[in-house]
């Protein structure tokens, strides 16, 4: 299995960035798929995620109403459009992924550890 992050990148505060994950190797038809970031310093943080079982999503709550995670299953890519960028949003963004069957809900992004990763793009804000 192997993803690999795309699209990072420098902007100023405000501006728009649009990561992709995209995913080969992987046999299963269902999956969560994650987006964590973590910052020089600072502890790994779940920024969003999304399971194909039915299509659901989760973000924490410093990045609600400015990322939006979605999937292109025919590209078995996964994308996070991330608008109104801060300085803080500045971090290597990772994507993770594993198995997810139907009615397991959303994993905790803090406590779920994910089978694979990718290598990480970077994102650098400045103010």
């Known amino acids: 299995v192997q993803l690999v992050e795309s699209g990072g990148g420098s902007v100023q505060a405000g501006g728009s960035l649009r990561l992709s994950c995209a995913v080969s190797?992987?046999?299963?038809?269902?999956?969560?798929i994650a987006w964590f970031r973590q910052a020089p310093g600072k502890e790994r943080e779940g920024v969003s995620c999304?399971?194909?079982?039915?299509?659901?999503?989760y973000y924490a709550d410093s990045v609600k109403g400015r990322f939006t995670i979605s999937s292109d299953t025919a590209k078995n890519t996964v994308y996070l459009q991330m608008n109104s960028l801060k300085p803080e949003d500045s971090a290597v963004y990772y994507c993770?992924?594993?198995?997810?069957?139907?009615?397991?809900?959303?994993?905790?992004?803090?406590?779920?550890?994910?089978?694979?990763w990718g290598q990480g793009t970077q994102v650098t804000v400045s103010s």
């Open positions: 993770a992924l594993e198995y997810w069957a139907t009615g397991w809900g959303m994993p905790d992004l803090e406590r779920h550890g994910f089978d694979y």
């Open positions: 999304i399971t194909s079982t039915d299509g659901t999503t």
């Open positions: 190797g992987f046999n299963y038809d269902t999956y969560a």
